[in-house]
């Protein structure tokens, strides 16, 4: 159980990785060419897919927050309003440390076992 919440951790590294890269990527376009950015946001609505993109990964964010973590209910919404107002930066943030990741683990693998 433990190796599978700890790998599950993992793949949302990776998303968070890939968001990041995502995001960065539009700004230095979006700063550096205008008139290219224009254009192909005018074609693709590129703005409209990476918010899509990151409200997806916010929403698998919280059902892991809400879900699967096992902490208090106000330090749940305290992440909660972290993540959604604060962006891929709050996504950063949320993400547990390996001292916190293994504590989590084993929180739930606790859990999970006394049930």
């Known amino acids: 159980m433990k190796k599978q919440i700890l790998q599950d951790f993992k793949r949302l590294k990776i998303l968070l990785i890939i968001a990041t890269i995502i995001q960065i990527s539009y700004l230095v376009i979006l700063i550096t060419t205008h008139d290219f950015f224009e254009t192909i ?3 693709y609505s ?6 899509i993109i990151s409200y997806t990964i916010i929403a ?4 892991y927050e809400w ?7 106000k330090e749940k919404i305290s992440n909660t309003f ?7 930066i ?3 943030l949320w993400y547990p440390n390996k001292r916190e990741l293994d ?3 084993e929180d739930i693998t606790a859990k999970h076992n006394k049930d």
């Open 41 to 43: 946001n005018n074609e």
């Open 46 to 51: 590129i703005d409209k897919i990476i918010s």
């Open 60 to 63: 698998i964010l919280l059902w």
């Open 67 to 73: 879900k699967i973590i096992i902490s208090e209910k």
């Open 82 to 88: 972290m993540l959604l107002f604060l962006g891929i």
């Open 90 to 92: 709050g996504m950063w």
């Open 103 to 105: 504590k989590i683990a």
